[in-house]
T-cell receptor, first 114, second 114 residues
Framework: ELKVEQNPLFLSMQEGKNYTIYCNYSTTSDRLYWYRQDPGKSLESLFV?????AVKQEGRLMASLDTKARLSTLHITAAVHDLSATYFC??????????????FGTGTLLAVQP | EPEVTQTPSHQVTQMGQEVILRCVPI?????FYWYRQILGQKVEFLVSFYNNEISEKSEIFDDQFSVERPDGSNFTLKIRSTKLEDSAMYFCASSELAGSVEQYFGPGTRLTVT
């Protein structure tokens, strides 16, 4: 059974600081997703990582994937308050199949303090 | 920009009642999914659907649940006899192609069972 773990579960950081969220998963998959969720809202796609060594950046967020280590990271640079949200990683649990089955991590609640 | 829509946004029902949650996927998409998120927890896969049949379902998706594409646009999730533990946010998602890497999520329906 595919398991996806994130840490930390909760992250309180000051504006302007850098930090990294980690996502580990238990079985082979080359598709790793990062989503953002604001309270009471839906899931906003941030990044889709499709191969070992993939790195994608958007604004203050950068995501990377190491399929050998089964690890993805979401790095936050110079955090601002607007980044406060819950961040989920998800792994395709049906890799190679016709349909996707996203297995989500536990989520990291990020609170950026002024 | 095309988007997945869901109705209602909030549904309150009594235990034992049947509910139908409705989704309109993006029009040229062929693969449809339901996920749920119990308050404060991670997002969980329920079922995937393609070519008018279920492709895969999770352990959560027991006999009380069913899905249907009654016409060319709607995709529904029915819970036959709701239980208190069915209270959650239910997200519909769709994707375009076989093994498509991107799933697009709707805004969700908050189901409250009293």
């Amino acid at each position: 059974e595919l398991k996806v773990e994130q840490n930390p579960l909760f992250l309180s950081m000051q504006e302007g600081k850098n930090y990294t969220i980690y996502c580990n998963y238990s079985t082979t998959s080359d598709r790793l997703y990062w989503y953002r969720q604001d309270p009471g809202k839906s899931l906003e796609s941030l990044f889709v990582l499709l191969s070992n060594g993939a790195v994608k950046q958007e604004g203050r967020l950068m995501a990377s994937l190491d399929t050998k280590a089964r690890l993805s990271t979401l790095h936050i640079t110079a955090a601002v308050h607007d980044l406060s949200a819950t961040y989920f990683c998800a792994v395709d649990g049906n890799y190679g199949g016709a349909t996707n089955k996203l297995i989500f991590g536990t989520g990291t609640l990020l609170a950026v303090q002024p | 920009e095309p988007e997945v829509t869901q109705t209602p946004s909030h549904q309150v029902t009594q235990m034992g009642q049947e509910v139908i949650l409705r989704c309109v996927p993006i029009s040229n998409h062929l693969y449809f999914y339901w996920y749920r998120q119990i308050l404060g927890q991670k997002v969980e896969f329920l079922v995937s659907f393609y070519n008018n049949e279920i492709s895969e379902k999770s352990e959560i998706f027991d006999d009380q649940f069913s899905v249907e594409r009654p016409d060319g646009s709607n995709f529904t999730l029915k819970i036959r006899s709701t239980k208190l533990e069915d209270s959650a946010m239910y997200f519909c998602a769709s994707s375009e192609l076989a093994g498509s890497v991107e799933q697009y999520f709707g805004p969700g329906t908050r189901l409250t069972v009293t």
